[in-house]
């Protein structure tokens, strides 16, 4: 079981940046493939990025490539994004998730891959 608590949400106008963290506690978090995704009412939530157990293999959506920046550090147990250049259109609620991989090269993109959930962060860019 890993539990995972986002935070760095809020409010921010356009072009502007916020860090996104999320905290992991439970089995050994080196063990897990993380990614961040999104989701926003009435529509499914969408893969942001994504990194494997030891970060050297990371996957972004085409909308975030080169603004939005994924990273780990296994020895606090923590995965996070940074987001620079925001847009209104990424205002949503963002949710870290975690699945257990045998691989280390493993990153999923997926939702229903993941099996580890946070609560989600409200981020909101205003124009």
């Known amino acids: 079981q890993v539990q995972l608590v986002e935070s760095g949400g809020g409010l921010v106008q356009a072009g502007g940046s916020l860090r996104l963290s999320c905290a992991a506690s439970?089995?050994?978090?080196?063990?897990?493939?993380m990614g961040w995704f999104r989701q926003v009412p009435g529509k499914e939530r969408e893969f942001v990025a994504g990194l494997n157990r030891n970060g050297g293999n990371i996957y972004y959506h085409d909308s975030v490539r080169g603004r939005f920046t994924i990273s780990r550090d296994n020895a606090k147990n923590t995965a996070s994004l940074q987001m620079n250049s925001l847009k209104p259109d990424d205002t949503a609620v963002y949710y870290c998730?975690?699945?257990?991989?045998?691989?280390?090269?493993?990153?999923?993109?997926?939702?229903?891959?993941?099996?580890?959930w946070g609560q989600g962060t409200q981020v909101t860019v205003s124009s």
């Open positions: 439970g089995r050994t978090f080196s063990s897990y493939a």
């Open positions: 998730a975690a699945r257990y991989s045998e691989s280390s090269d493993y990153t999923p993109i997926l939702a229903v891959t993941y099996e580890y």
